[in-house]
């Protein structure tokens, strides 16, 4: 399942997303100021690196840091984890490293994104 | 300039390290953003792929003025039909290694769309080798 959001009209930073959302900052806070320019949903990792573009917020329950790896090789906003899933330790150590936030919602998948695109566009 | 790594087969922790080394290089050689772009994409599956499917290998990345090669190789088991591989959807990827997002049978296709030339050679028993490269 994939969802993409391309529109550029909103301009919202990550930390912005968070307070609007409630979200868990489970670590990267030196990205809270990335600048978010859509979104991309999917829990196929080759899937995310074939279609996601630079600055979008990736929604997935994935949570090993194979998630960073491609974060960090894509260049994305952020990462939200939904429905509770928190990151694994080496996750949120190259969070860190990299700089882009590991996020958390109890939300499902299709709130969080429903919710994201509203948001955005 | 040459760059060589050894990928270990089964350990996805050290996947993306080959891709991310050379992305910080292409961006020290100022090398157009959607080149770096592309590259990446196909090297990280690249790495992927050995971790997931071989018993391990190596990479060996050559960059010039003109472009960058890169060469994959593992030590087998090697891949029984290149053309069912290169199928968009097919893979013989583990459960487990399904569970974690892999295994969507997207990897070579990924490959294939994000470089200039991709050629793919196996041999049973022996290994696969992989070529691509992109022009700057």
Known sequence: ?121 | MKLEFDIASGDFSKAGRASSRIKKMLKQLQVDPKVIKRIVVAIYEAEVNVVAHSVGGKMLAEIDGTGIRVIVQDNGPGIEDIEKAMQEGYSTASKAVRNMGFGAGMGLPNINRNTDEFTIESELGVGTVLTFRNNF
């Open chain 1, 1 to 121: 399942m994939t969802l993409t959001v391309t529109e550029e009209e909103v301009e919202m930073k990550v930390s912005e997303l968070v307070e609007k959302f409630g979200l868990k900052v489970f670590s990267g806070e030196s990205g809270l100021e990335n600048e978010i320019s859509g979104g991309y949903v999917s829990d196929l990792l080759s899937d995310v690196m074939g279609n996601s573009q630079e600055g979008q917020v990736w929604i997935t329950l994935q949570t090993h840091q194979n998630v960073m790896a491609i974060a960090s090789l894509k260049e994305l906003a952020a990462v939200i984890l939904v429905k509770g899933f928190e990151p694994e330790e080496d996750t949120t150590e190259r969070s860190n490293e990299e700089g882009i936030p590991v996020l958390g919602t109890d939300k499902a998948t299709f709130e969080m994104a429903g919710n994201l695109y509203i948001t955005l566009t």
